[in-house]
């Protein structure tokens, strides 16, 4: 790159700042494809993301990557804090005087995008339209809605595409104008280096606790597999929805089967403690309504464990039944049951699953593997070579 000017970058999405922030799902991504860009010679990065414990703008370096903190209120009326973020972010992007926006997850990064003046690719994580009857209180109901109706409006003016999952096409259709670039989410490579079977009879849950995420099915399919199966164990780990009116549900549906003393509720985990989550683990499972392409199955399959997951959204894409994991329709917790029954008895299935699924995660979800793909889309777009 000697005597050639960096493609200059704003990544702008959710980030993991603050001690307190959970680094999972789409602020992960964010994060682990921002270290792994900043470390191209070919790029200057800065991402741009919002957050509401910062009380004024922060300006925070980790290695090569500029990483620009805006302060966001959630206290506003949701209407105002998400126009005034919209603004913010793209004022901070044009005063970084960026070639090329690369927006991520929330509308408000998309919206910025859009609105920048650059080129811009984006990346959507979400469906809000396909998750808004899922919302468990009036105020994720009245989010959800919002976002659902910025989502319509923006889906028409993305040009350009990163396709996580060929099931954003499917469900937003007026996405499928748009240049589409097939890069999968990064998974931090560390998962790549989990060996052995796990604690026997460990099942695995990672996400967020809400009704979503099917977790009231996964503790009646659990229940029934400790028929036969009775020294399995079930490890939920996520944080709770806001007012954690869920996760009480759940704790009473647990007792109400019996079951109590072999699940734990572990809270969220990151770094070493979700990783050893993973190691100790016996099987993954995800019984979601709606999902898109969670990084929990991805992280599952780079640390060579065999993943049980139902046939929505953009899991079938992820896994492929009786290949690479099983795979059963939302909410049937008597087939969930027979699944989870059949990978923890059946050791030599469990092993086939869970190497052909490394097999895909180590071709598709490297960290360099695709900062660099990413790259090549950036250059691509502003009309450089790779070879320059």
């Known amino acids: 790159m000697s005597g050639t000017r960096r493609m200059k970058i704003g990544l702008a999405g959710p980030f993991p700042v603050f001690p307190s922030d959970s680094p999972s799902g789409v602020p992960e991504v964010v994060r682990l494809l921002a270290r792994s860009l900043s470390s191209l010679d070919e790029i200057e990065l800065h991402v741009v993301t919002t957050s509401r414990l910062a009380q004024k703008e922060l300006m925070l370096t980790e290695g090569m990557l500029s990483l620009h903190v805006l302060p966001s209120s959630r206290t506003r009326r949701i209407a105002t804090f998400l126009l005034d973020d919209i603004l913010a972010i793209r004022g901070k992007l044009t005063e970084l005087d960026v070639d090329l926006v690369h927006s991520q997850g929330l509308p408000e990064f998309i919206w910025a995008g859009v609105l920048s003046g650059k080129a811009h690719l984006c990346t959507v994580h979400g469906i809000w339209r396909a998750e808004v009857i899922y919302a468990d209180t009036l105020k994720a109901q009245v989010h959800q809605r919002l976002r659902t109706l910025m989502e319509r409006m923006y889906s028409g003016r993305i040009h350009d595409l990163v396709v996580i999952s060929p099931y954003v096409i499917q469900a937003l259709p007026t996405l499928s104008k748009s240049r589409q670039y097939r890069i999968s989410n990064p998974v931090d490579d560390r998962y790549f280096s989990v060996t052995g079977h796990g604690v026997p009879g460990r099942v695995l849950f990672v996400g ?181």
Do not use: W
């Not at 991805?298 to 953009?314: K, L, S, W, Y």
């Not at 490394?358 to 900062?371: G, H, I, K, L, P």
């Open 208 to 388: 967020k606790i809400c009704k979503l995420k099917g977790i009231d099915t996964l503790l009646r399919a659990f229940a029934q597999a400790r028929v036969n199966v009775p020294h399995a164990e079930l490890h939920v780990v996520g944080p709770s929805d806001l007012d954690g009116e869920y996760l009480a549900r759940i704790t009473e549906l647990a007792a109400s089967l019996r079951v109590e003393d072999s699940v734990k509720f572990t809270g969220p985990l990151t770094g070493d403690r979700l990783y050893t989550e993973y190691e100790e683990a016996g099987v993954f499972c995800l019984p979601s309504y709606q999902e898109t392409a969670p990084m929990a199955i991805a992280q599952a399959m780079a640390a060579n464990r065999p993943v049980v997951g139902t046939n929505v959204g953009g899991i079938p894409s992820m896994v492929t039944d009786r290949e690479t994991g099983l795979l059963c329709p939302a909410g049937d917790h008597n087939l969930l049951s027979r699944l989870l029954t059949t990978i923890l008895t059946d050791t030599p299935l469990a092993d086939r699953l869970a190497t052909a699924a490394r097999n895909v995660a180590d071709r598709e979800y490297r960290s360099e593997s695709v900062a660099r793909k990413t790259m090549l889309v950036y250059s691509k777009l502003l009309g450089k070579s790779s070879t320059e």
